[in-house]
């Protein structure tokens, strides 16, 4: 089945998948710095501002896709997706709450790599294409492996440039929010290419979100969440 991607806006889930990162270093300064009493209060809103802004870059990512036939998505699934993305998300940043140890480290990798392999497949299933997707072999783990290593870089990434205000450190933080970037949308995209599509498959008829304007306007509400608690991170 012919299929390709409207370029402005894989580009602008890069853009979206940036932004997360260096939201992701701020919000971990501020789960390092906080009292223990406020420390939960920081990882909820980590874990929300960082899983929406990394489901946000994937769904923009999924609504890029073209594949000649309506491309819409079952609202629950995608829902759940968003849910997957979270939990992951305050996985993290519970594990670095207090500094990064090599067994916590490794086990909070796994689990969020997990997670993120979860959120995105789960997220394509929520095509719900009939017949249904199936994916090359060597794809499909590669977007594994990918995954893990850049959970594992972003919590080493988030833990280490927590702190300085510095514009050398500052510009430090965006650099390493860029190779964060680089690696999450990796994972989307070689996942995206592991996917077939039997000719003739189309998304279900049922499936709620079917409007593009929706879509879109649901992945804007997503990147203003992102954004906010990013200003309101560094206004703490």
């Not at 370029?7 to 501020?30: H, Q």
């Not at 699934?77 to 993290?92: D, M, N, P």
């Not at 929520?126 to 919590?155: C, D, K, Q, V």
């Amino acid at each position: 089945m012919e299929q390709h991607y409207d370029m402005v806006m894989v580009a602008y889930s890069f853009v979206i998948a940036t932004l997360t990162g260096y939201c992701g270093i701020e919000m971990t300064a501020r789960v390092r710095a906080a009292v223990p009493e406020e420390k939960t209060r920081w990882i909820v809103a980590g874990a929300f501002a960082f899983g929406t802004g990394v489901w946000a870059m994937h769904f923009m990512g999924m609504a890029a896709l073209t594949l000649g036939v309506p491309v819409t998505f079952d609202l629950p699934i995608t829902v759940a997706s968003w849910l997957v993305a979270v939990v992951v998300s305050a996985i993290g940043f519970y594990v670095i709450r207090d500094g990064v140890r090599l067994l916590t480290w490794l086990i909070a990798s796994v689990l969020m790599a997990t997670g993120v392999c979860l959120m995105h497949y789960g997220g394509m299933y929520a095509m719900r294409m009939l017949p249904g997707i199936e994916y090359r072999p060597l794809l499909f783990w590669a977007s594994a492996a990918i995954a893990l290593g850049a959970s594992g870089a972003a919590l080493l990434i988030m833990t280490w440039l927590r702190t300085s205000r510095h514009w050398t450190h500052v510009a430090l933080r965006l650099g390493a929010a860029l190779v964060m970037a680089v690696a999450v949308t990796g994972m989307h995209y070689t996942g995206m290419a592991a996917a077939m599509f039997a000719p003739g498959s189309y998304c279900s008829p049922g499936n709620q979100l079917s409007d593009a304007w929706t879509i879109l306007g649901l992945v804007m509400v997503a990147t203003a969440v992102v954004s906010l608690s990013q200003w309101w991170a560094l206004l703490k």
